[in-house]
T-cell receptor, first 110, second 111 residues
Framework: GQQVQQSPASLVLQEGENAELQCNFSTSLNSMQWFYQRPGGSLVSLFYNPSGTKHSGRLTSTTVIKERRSSLHISSSQTTDSGTYLCALERDTNTGKLTFGDGTVLTVKP | GPKVLQIPSHQIIDMGQMVTLNCDPVSNHLYFYWYKQILGQQMEFLVNFYNGKVMEKSKLFKDQFSVERPDGSYFTLKIQPTALEDSAVYFC?????????FGPGTRLTVL
């Protein structure tokens, strides 16, 4: 089965609404990273978050290792937040290999 | 954030030809990676590279693929010969060693 599962697969919001994106994993974890993939394809690292909670502007990432989940919260969404959000985990083998989820496609309407 | 550059951004070649994809990683990073993403599909790990050696490679990293970083210059992915199924966007990443930063990708089209 898939090691990294993201939900929802897609999400449509009105500008100003909040979003909660989930990433569940079925294997042991060394680190978790969240990325934003622009419509053109390039990836932006949002968080490197092996455990706990991190904040960056309107974004918050929380990783709970015992529960094998990580979440990305976007508050007061903007149209420019539209795109694909990917989570990726590095297993505890410590080789650096990232295993990606399928992503959540977010559309924020004005 | 730190920048990873990739050259070229697009490459179109005929099946059977050789292609080299170039990556200029973040200057103080020591770990380098290639990932492959077919249009509309999941990002998949190909290979990682440290201290002049391949550390791990996936099943997607066929015998026709090779990587190197001669004398601290570009980190390259060479495919020789190319096949139709090699058409994809190839992303390079680097780390030191934790958080990985990705380049913008090279879109490879094999005809």
């Amino acid at each position: 089965g898939q090691q990294v599962q993201q939900s929802p697969a897609s999400l449509v919001l009105q500008e100003g609404e909040n979003a909660e994106l989930q990433c569940n994993f079925s294997t042991s974890l060394n680190s978790m990273q969240w990325f934003y993939q622009r419509p053109g394809g390039s990836l932006v690292s949002l968080f490197y978050n092996p455990s706990g909670t991190k904040h960056s502007g309107r974004l918050t990432s929380t990783t709970v290792i015992k529960e094998r989940r990580s979440s990305l919260h976007i508050s007061s969404s903007q149209t420019t937040d539209s795109g694909t959000y990917l989570c990726a985990l590095e297993r505890d083998t410590n080789t650096g290999k990232l295993t990606f989820g399928d992503g959540t496609v977010l559309t924020v309407k004005p | 954030g730190p920048k990873v550059l990739q050259i070229p951004s697009h490459q179109i070649i005929d099946m059977g030809q050789m292609v080299t994809l170039n990556c200029d990683p973040v200057s103080n990073h020591l770990y380098f990676y290639w990932y492959k993403q077919i249009l509309g599909q999941q990002m998949e790990f190909l290979v990682n590279f440290y201290n002049g050696k391949v550390m791990e490679k996936s099943k997607l990293f066929k015998d026709q693929f090779s990587v190197e970083r001669p004398d601290g210059s570009y980190f390259t992915l060479k495919i020789q010969p190319t096949a139709l199924e090699d058409s994809a966007v190839y992303f390079c990443a680097s780390s030191s060693p934790a958080e990985q930063f990705f380049g913008p990708g090279t879109r490879l089209t094999v005809l």
